[in-house]
């Protein structure tokens, strides 16, 4: 454990809830068995029992690297994708108070990484936008978010020349997908898995507002 870091809240969270966060070298060690994946942009991890994003921020510190490395060049470049990186990170959380600290620290990552300063407030307002999407406060055994609703996470993509498009699906459907696609991969897609929504192209400033 590196000194600093707080891995219980209280004996009453750990009790109520199991809530023991991971120190940061055991994630770092998970993430290496998975390292091809942490270092692919557009590969999309879910939590769903998120915390504050102990795993989620070092898959996004991982994912930036790999788009710096690729369209580090290019400011519209380098934006585009760090945000697309962002859309590629999901959780789910019981407490509202870890759902918000988890959606603040991915939040802090992404404009430290791109030095947002007062000018760059639409990509702010962007990725907290997206961060609300992704970061559910919900129960993941029972797929219901904190209104009793299922869940419902967008599907985001990438593509180019600054546009990204957006569907958004149930989440109960995905898991189903993901038993299908294992036991019965000759299954029609369209029976079981269809959006709950689909949007039209957007653009930043149209994800910001
Ligand atoms: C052991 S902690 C791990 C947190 C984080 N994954 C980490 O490694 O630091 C478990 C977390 O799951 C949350 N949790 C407990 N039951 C849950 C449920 N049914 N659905 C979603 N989250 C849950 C707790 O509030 C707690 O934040």
Redesign the pocket.
């Known amino acids: 454990m590196t000194s600093g870091e707080r891995l219980v809240k209280s004996r009453q969270r750990v009790s109520d809830?199991?809530?023991?966060?991971?120190p940061r070298w055991l994630?770092d060690d998970m993430l290496d068995l998975v390292k091809g994946e942490t270092e692919r942009i557009d590969s999309r991890f879910l939590?769903?029992?998120?915390?504050?994003g102990?795993?989620l921020v070092p898959v996004l510190e991982r994912k930036l690297a790999a788009v710096q490395a690729r369209h580090g060049r290019s400011d519209f470049e380098k934006r585009h994708y760090a945000l697309y990186a962002l859309m590629c990170i999901y959780g789910?959380?019981?407490?509202a108070d870890?759902a918000q600290e988890c959606r603040e620290n991915l939040a802090g990552t992404f404009a430290r990484y791109l030095k947002l300063g007062a000018d760059d407030q639409v990509w702010l307002r962007a990725a907290q936008a997206v961060l609300a999407a992704n970061i559910v406060q919900?129960?993941?055994?029972k797929l219901t978010d904190a209104r009793g609703e299922h869940i419902v996470f967008p599907e985001w993509g990438y593509l180019g020349r600054g546009k990204y498009q957006r569907r958004d699906f149930r989440f109960d459907s995905l898991a189903r997908k993901a038993a299908f696609d294992g036991l019965f991969a000759a299954f029609e897609e369209h029976d079981v898995f269809a959006p709950v929504k689909s949007y039209p192209a957007m653009t930043v400033q149209e994800i910001a507002a």
């Open positions: 809830h199991g809530e023991v966060f991971t994630v939590e769903p029992a998120c915390g504050s102990n795993f789910i959380e019981l407490l870890n919900g129960d993941a055994l």
